[in-house]
């Protein structure tokens, strides 16, 4: 019996998994809702076969998604997923699950040096399909989806698994796959640790430290009271009050709902939902003693031996030449990340360049004495 579409019922994902076991490729697919809501939560998950067999799982709807987990553990299925950094993210942090086997079309296209690695420019350049009308900034929690949701969410599954075999193609003729599924795999397997609210997130916003202490007492405030609102009413922070008006706020701490109203990007309907959060904001900001106001330190910047700067500009100077030479970003070629740390402790033989996290097996393979020697300054 063929699945349905919406698989939404305990019994519906046992039985999709239950097909789907041992199959050599799915595609995979996620949609959020974090435009419209906080903290966000995933909404969809669209998966694929290479028949074009696809399917809209509901985690909203269903009470765990353990079944799925196996079939994303088995690395002998691919699971081919689009610039999956933040698919991954959901599905390891947000579900507790482990993928193995990816393939992420994005790092392919990368790695050939397309220039445009958005996946309707890829589709239509390897597929020659044409894109549907995009959805990204439509509210995934919300149900039913409509048809032109579900046709939106379809297709960004429906042409990943031949996309993967257009794409292998040009990297093998190029002796670059195996470059590919060695940065894919170390793509799979990096830890997505839970992010910690940041106490001093406020000072990052923009014009923040050009506010004298007080000021930054009430943006403090002002930053956590439009969180707190932000979980209450279950809307992102910036649709409650917007950075550059928080901090335009703290500069000019209102003390009524009309001096409030007079603050650049503070709405009717910001003062309507969040004036009385910003009045004791400010209140709370204005009365805290002198002795406790924030006095943020500036963090000083880490001195660098001048040999490990010639180190750096040394592979950089390498990277930038080799990059001409393969036709691929420098970045690629190699990242700024492990500039840093090879430049910082370099290593003696190509057995040590290949333990360093971030080179990879190939670039020590196809570099090795490159690198070794650009580092010998």
Sequence with gaps: MTPPRWIDTPAALEALVARWRGEPALALDTEADSLHHHPAKLCLIQLADGAGSAHLVDPLALPGLHPLGALLADAATVKVIHAAENDLAWLKRGLRLTVRGLFDTAVAARFLGVATLGLDGLLKRYLDVDPVPSRQKDDWSRRPLTPAQETYALHDVLHLIPLRARLREELRALGRLGW???????????????????????????GARLLDPRGWAVLRELHAGREALAVELDRPPFMIVGNESLVALAARRPATAEEIAAVPGCSPTVVRRAGPMILAAVRRGLELPEVHLPRPRATPRPRVPGVVRRRAEALRVWRARVAQTVGLEPGVVLPQRVIDRLAAAPPEDRAGLAAVEGVRDWRAALFGDDLLKALRV
């Design 180 to 206: 590919v599924e060695e940065e894919c795999e170390a793509l799979a397997a990096l830890p997505v640790p839970e992010r910690p609210p940041d106490p001093d997130a406020w000072l990052g916003l923009k």
